[in-house]
């Protein structure tokens, strides 16, 4: 298992630290903000671990409800233009020690959040790089170097079924929506339109607004957001040797590179040379 990753927050209007030492959640200084519900204002601690959903406030939050949430320090509003894509309540931007912004849902109960990045590539790196070394209990541990090879037996594996919480490489957004993993496609022909392809790992339904003929290479697959294209130009598929598009995914508290072959049909799917040190997919025929 992977150390958790205890974030660093600060405030994204006046810069600074919103962490609470005092007060622990999971055994961390938890993120202390404000928090205004039918007339009540109090205080509200989450705990930092990312992938956790553990609070405390000052006075009862029902399951459901979506409070305004402001920085206790300068006392803005803490809140984005964005909306959750699960619940349709307003996305609370908070700053990473970093760099980079973690968003979470106001609703109370809805575990939707998703780390942000300007130079995804790079600084998902040098977060994750910062965050295990922070996270190490044993600083023994921390001077050792890493085994170059792990036994099989003790990589974490992704089981079939799992839910894949799929984000954009380059502008971070979340690509899972009502149900579906949603991708921009392009086909031989130049007609473009939508791909829907199941978010569970080794469920291989899909359906497109474009016709694609069963074996045919699409021309492009792309990001709905920013409409970057996805394709990784110096991996191939491992199967038939088609292009492939690159998402990120978020496991193991932290996101990995997935590829997808890009050939209708095609059923293989991998992850990056350096995730597969860590990570497994459970074994499947197709994609």
Known sequence: MSPEIALQIKCPACQKSLMDRRHKLDGHPSIALTVKLKGKKGWMRLSPLYGSYSLESEFELPAGSVPKIYCPKC????????????????????????????????????????????????????????????????PAAKKA???????????????????????????????????????????????????????????????STITIPHGEEVKDLTCTHCKHSLIEPKTKCGRCKARVARINLDAMHKMVSFFICMRKGCTWHGLSDKDTELIMLEDSKEW
Request: hydrophobic share 35%.
């Open 75 to 138: 006392e803005a509003e803490l809140v984005s233009k964005s909306l959750c894509d699960k619940c349709r309540a307003p996305m609370v931007p908070l700053l990473l020690r970093e760099g980079g912004k973690v968003r979470i849902c106001a609703r109370k109960g809805c575990k939707k959040h998703f780390l942000e990045f300007e130079d995804a590539g790079e600084a998902l790196a040098k977060f994750y790089d910062s965050y295990a070394a922070d996270n190490i209990a044993d």
């Open 145 to 207: 170097a890493p085994a170059e090879n792990e036994a099989e037996s003790d990589k974490e594996i992704i089981a079939s079924g799992s839910y894949l919480q799929a984000y954009c490489p380059h502008c971070s957004q979340s690509m899972t929506t009502e149900g579906s993993l949603l991708l921009g496609v392009t086909g031989r022909d130049g007609k473009k339109g939508e791909l829907h392809l199941s978010p569970y790992l080794n469920v291989f339904t899909n359906r």
